[in-house]
T-cell receptor, first 113, second 114 residues
Framework: KAGVTQTPRYLIKTRGQQVTLSCSPI?????VSWYQQTPGQGLQFLFE???????NKGNFPGRFSGRQFSNSRSEMNVSTLELGDSALYLC????????????FGPGTRLTVL | AQSVSQHNHHVILSEAASLELGCNYS??????LFWYVQYPGQHLQLLLK??????LVKGIKGFEAEFIKSKFSFNLRKPSVQWSDTAEYFC????????????FGGGTRLMVKP
């Protein structure tokens, strides 16, 4: 089985712009979660989608949003980028079982100038 | 809100030394517990997980962890480390019925000297 894939792998944007990141989960996985990883704040949960519905949301401003499509692929969007949004954005997928493992993708490295 | 503390930010060991990485969490209810590892340039990978049953959990690559409910701890151990264990290790918690919302500790960078 192919793993979780994320595109693009690297992005450079300037302040005020918006960005869309994409995640394709492992085939058959219906749950997709997003995390932000920074040196200062570590790994922080952004949101989780299951069957196209947002199931949980972390403590991030409304500039961060996401969605999930019927094929379980997910996108996250950040509007009005700030310097502090520079981070590695990780996507994880899991099948529907409660004890199943979350598998992480390689991440998208976003740099905001 | 729950939080996870990892006591050691950086650990340096020689090959064959024993390893124990501390992890404590703050949450009063039932939790699911995880250790993830991030090797240089690679994805986060699951080392082991605890959901219920035997509190001593064995994972991949010779790692194990012990859940001590009374101490809110889930320490990671390995009896003899190898150079290839050099990586960053993350402890994480999901409260029961919180979906997939992992709360991570700050991570511990382990360097193993050959």
């Amino acid at each position: 089985k192919a793993g979780v894939t994320q595109t693009p792998r690297y992005l450079i944007k300037t302040r005020g712009q918006q960005v869309t990141l994409s995640c394709s989960p492992i085939s058959g996985h219906r749950s997709v979660s997003w995390y932000q990883q920074t040196p200062g704040q570590g790994l922080q949960f952004l949101f989780e989608y299951f069957s196209e519905t947002q199931r949980n949301k972390g403590n991030f401003p409304g500039r961060f949003s996401g969605r999930q499509f019927s094929n379980s692929r997910s996108e996250m969007n950040v509007s009005t980028l700030e310097l502090g949004d520079s981070a590695l954005y990780l996507c994880a997928s899991r099948s529907s079982g409660r004890t199943d493992t979350q598998y992480f993708g390689p991440g998208t490295r976003l740099t905001v100038l | 809100a729950q939080s996870v503390s990892q006591h050691n930010h950086h650990v340096i060991l020689s090959e064959a030394a024993s390893l124990e990485l501390g992890c404590n969490y703050s949450y009063g209810g039932t939790v699911n517990l995880f250790w993830y590892v991030q090797y240089p340039g690679q994805h986060l990978q699951l080392l082991l997980k605890y959901f219920s049953g035997d509190p001593l959990v064995k994972g991949i690559k010779g790692f194990e962890a012990e859940f001590i409910k009374s101490k809110f701890s889930f320490n990671l151990r390995k009896p003899s480390v190898q150079w290839s264990d050099t990586a960053e290790y993350f402890c994480a918690v999901i409260p029961y019925n919180a979906g997939n919302m992992l709360t991570f500790g700050g991570g511990t960078r382990l360097m193993v000297k050959p």
